[in-house]
């Protein structure tokens, strides 16, 4: 199980539109972004340099739901994901 510094989150940002990447209960984003598309990959990318591809990237929706996780390299199963 990665350790909660090495996880990333894509949430909405209510006040300036967009989105953010963050980490758990953090202070300010680890990036600002117009699409969620581009941070996801920068979410991504931050998970395989500064975890090791050890964390997970969960992406929420607009809604602040949850609506899908990405786990990183080094979590990745050989199974097929079937979601």
Excluded: C, L
Aim: proline share 1%.
């Amino acid at each position: 199980m990665a350790k909660n510094d090495e996880d990333r989150y894509v949430v909405p940002n209510k006040e300036r539109g967009g989105w953010d990447v963050v980490k758990e209960n953090h202070e300010r984003s680890s990036g600002h972004f117009d699409t969620q598309r581009e941070a996801i990959d920068r979410a991504r990318e931050i998970v395989d340099k500064s975890g090791g591809g050890r964390g997970d990237v969960r992406i929420q929706g607009r809604n602040g739901q949850f609506r899908d996780s990405d786990s990183g390299r080094r979590n990745e199963s050989t199974k097929k994901d079937t979601k």
